[in-house]
T-cell receptor
Framework: NAGVTQTPKFRVLKTGQSMTLLCAQD?????MYWYRQDPGMGLRLIHY???????AKGEVPDGYNVSRLKKQNFLLGLESAAPSQTSVYFC??????????FGPGTRLTVL | AQSVTQLDSQVPVFEEAPVELRCNYS??????LFWYVQYPNQGLQLLLK??????LVKGINGFEAEFNKSQTSFHLRKPSVHISDTAEYFC????????????FGRGTSLIVHP
């Protein structure tokens, strides 16, 4: 039982490059989330999903896209990376009580 | 809409001293409340949660929190801290009854000195 896993763990991009972050969970959770964490800002919700095939915007969705083609996977895409997207990205999943199970994070630097 | 305020961005304490990390929330409906801990370079993990029932909730590592509906607070306490408790602590709230989206506070950095 791996819980929530994220790949990659680290990535450095140049401005304008694209990338996809992969999140996988093995707890059969319906809800999945992508957050970014910046110093002094806490966790901010980027996008979330309440089930396979559904996604919705969170607090800071601009510059990101997501897909949930399979229940266990939630992908976060950056089409054209900007330095403002330098951050630590966390994926989480939850069941009905909204207890969040977090992945280990992806540290992204955009030069 | 719901919101969470963690009143202290940083709390320094000496080892074996008691500590309280404060959390206040606002919501017009019933809530679920959570405390998470984040050790350096790791993801967040659950310390404890309040869903219903007893207002005093016990969690892992000797932490406990009390839900106070009239004060709209959910303060985290530990009677005697250890160096290993040094971490970032986040309070979170979600509305009960079908909401999917938690709101997190900005975090409190607990620094335990020897």
């Amino acid at each position: 039982n791996a819980g929530v896993t994220q790949t990659p763990k680290f990535r450095v991009l140049k401005t304008g490059q694209s990338m996809t972050l992969l999140c996988a969970q093995d707890m059969n959770h319906e809800y999945m989330y992508w957050y970014r964490q910046d110093p002094g800002m806490g966790l901010r919700l980027i996008h979330y999903s309440v089930g396979e095939g559904t996604t919705a915007k969170g607090e800071v969705p601009d510059g990101y896209n997501v897909s949930r083609l399979k229940k266990q996977n939630f992908l976060l895409g950056l089409e054209s990376a900007a330095p403002s997207q330098t951050s630590v990205y966390f994926c989480a999943s939850s069941g009905l009580d909204n207890e969040q199970f977090f992945g280990p994070g992806t540290r992204l630097t955009v030069l | 809409a719901q919101s969470v305020t963690q009143l202290d961005s940083q709390v320094p304490v000496f080892e074996e001293a008691p500590v309280e990390l404060r959390c206040n929330y606002s919501s017009s409906v019933s809530v679920y409340l959570f405390w998470y801990v984040q050790y350096p370079n790791q993801g967040l993990q659950l310390l404890l949660k309040y869903l219903s029932g007893s207002t005093l909730v016990k969690g892992i590592n000797g932490f406990e929190a009390e839900f106070n509906k009239s004060q709209t607070s959910f303060h985290l306490r530990k009677p005697s801290v250890h160096i290993s408790d040094t971490a970032e602590y986040f309070c979170a709230v979600t509305t009960s009854g079908g909401s999917y989206i938690p709101t997190f506070g900005r975090g409190t950095s607990l620094i335990v000195h020897p």
